[in-house]
């Protein structure tokens, strides 16, 4: 995806990256370029377990509730 590309994005977006993961890229860079983004850091999770953790699944569901 472009950097336009994701700036053209107009729908809520929680971009959720653990704090150790070094594959990602930066959460907050991506947020920036989004309009509306929210970024969610996942403490002392790398890419393969950040989606396991609690901090990952409250903040997703959070995120969502705001939304309906």
Known sequence: MTRDEAAAIRVPVLIAVGTADEIAGSARA??????????????????MRAVGDKVYKVGVAEFLSRRS
């Open 30 to 47: 991506l947020g920036a370029i989004i309009p509306g983004a929210e970024v969610l850091d996942i403490p002392n999770r790398d890419h």
